[in-house]
């Protein structure tokens, strides 16, 4: 800003300079056409007599009495060195057409001056921004070079997932990718996630699909949960009846309201950020792939953060390989990219007294649980392995899922959230003993309001998705309760 | 190595001061004429409106000559023509001179460039 500060000041000074010889010349302008207004007048009354006594310069210091005749005759300087002889009225109807002549240079100039002093405010004005002094922001946004020529299409296919409802099936999914080609948007992080999250979500189908029979088996209770976290936003949810289609929805989901999210807080963060002293205060925004921090409180006072959600991905990719073992790493569990992925890494399923519990709500904080630790990644490791994350339904909100908590009670089984297909798994910090594998047979039905920046759109769909998963959610909770009752 | 640079970006530098100061002059030239141009109109103008009556003298130095009207219009249209001939040729030799001044600059630069890193091998030499 210093250059441009420095530009500015030369550039007032040639300005001020400009302004000088501009008085100048109006100043003499307005003096010739004053000269003529008393000429004019002059000639008005030269004719009137034969002849004036008057005192002729001799020189520049000497007078002579004189006598002025033939007043009517005048000869007048044309231009150029030519001359005209003229009688007085004549002569007048030319100074008539020199007056015209001079008034119009006269507003010429004028206007020019009016240039100027615009050009000077400007410069002011650029002088107190470089300054600093005034109200003025400079905000400046680099764009990256998408790292791909398919960046917007690959953006576009990040947003539209979160305008429909998880619930819709595989079709949608591809019609959604077929729109999202479509758009533009200027986020370019999700490129790269658009073309792992199909591999990802034909990973999640897979695992899901295992999961379920699994799940269905161990019978978890999470009907609670499940009915309360419809609110929740269920573009971060995957129903477990769904699998399939929500866990196809799932990873384009996340990636979107994560990248949403992100250059939201990017910019939000970088426009507190951006107060430069000297240069101009600049707000840069950036959309940038940020890792998400976020905290869950996953138990007694634990909580966990997760990364972004290429780790995720890999873990997922990962697990794949290993064939849905449990041996994910504690690591690339930390990648939460939606709210489902909270679910993953908090485990619904306590382990009291050698027996998996589900657990009421990740909210709560299960001071008298052993299975629950505050970062301690000793047992969470453990724990991990041991964890079997069915399904996913996953309530964004905590703010909801906190409220829910709340009405569950002890008598209800504790609401367990299928975790997330173990590919998104990542240790977090606090431990979490299962005994049961997540028992996540109950699809997670519910949806939490998005917590991210919403599109209307996908409020919309959510609300009908809404609509529609409380049809599947009756039997879930009918298989949950029979397991319950079966483990009680 | 830096000194000959530096010779030779000295003369570069003298050669584009040459040509700036062409370029002013040409400049001023030309302004001139312009304002003989508008002169010249004014008296054609006038000229056209003076009847017979009235005389036209030409001041050649200290002496009003008799001129006649009609030669004398016609001598200031040749005179107009003249001018805008001029103007026409000093403007194209301005445009000659201002690309002449371009390429001159950006020698100069190149050479500064080289100066500077002469300079600093120079430098990192010694």
Redesign the interface.
Known sequence: MAASGQLNIDDLAGVVRLREEHKKVTVDTKKLSDDYEALNERLETLPDQLSYDVMVPFGPLAFMPGKLVHTNELTVLLGDNWFAKCSAKQAQKIIGHRMEHVKGELDALSKTLKNFEARVGFAKDLESISANQGDYVDIREDMKCSDTPTTKVRQRIAHKPNSKPKLDAILDVKEEDEEIDEDDTAEGSRKGILSEEELWARLDELEKLEKLEEEQDRLSDNPDINGEDTSSSSSEEEKEGEAVNGVSLKPSWSSVPNSIALPVIDRKEEEDEEKEGDCLPTIFFSHTVEPKKVRINTGKNTTLKFSERKEQKEHIKRKKKNGHTNGHSHHELHKITTPADIYRYVSFVDVRNGEPVPRKSILKSRSRENSVCSDTSESSTADFEERRVMGRSFSHDEATYSDTSDGITEEDSPTTIPLHPPSRFEAFSGTVIEKDPMPSAVPHLTIAPPALPTIPERKQEEVATDVALPQQIPKKVSKFKAARLQQK | MAELIQKKLKFEVEKYTQMQKDVSKSMSARQKLET?LT??N??K???D??DST???????GPV?VK?DPDE?KAT?SK?LDYINGEIQRYEMLLKDLEKKSDQQRELLASLQQEFQKAQGLAVGKA
Do not use: D, H, M
């Not at chain 2, 009235?54 to 050649?60: C, D, E, P, R, W």
């Open positions: 003989q002169e010249n004014i008296v103008e006038e000229l409106l003076l009235n005389t036209v003298y030409k001041l050649i009003l001129q004398a200031v005179r």
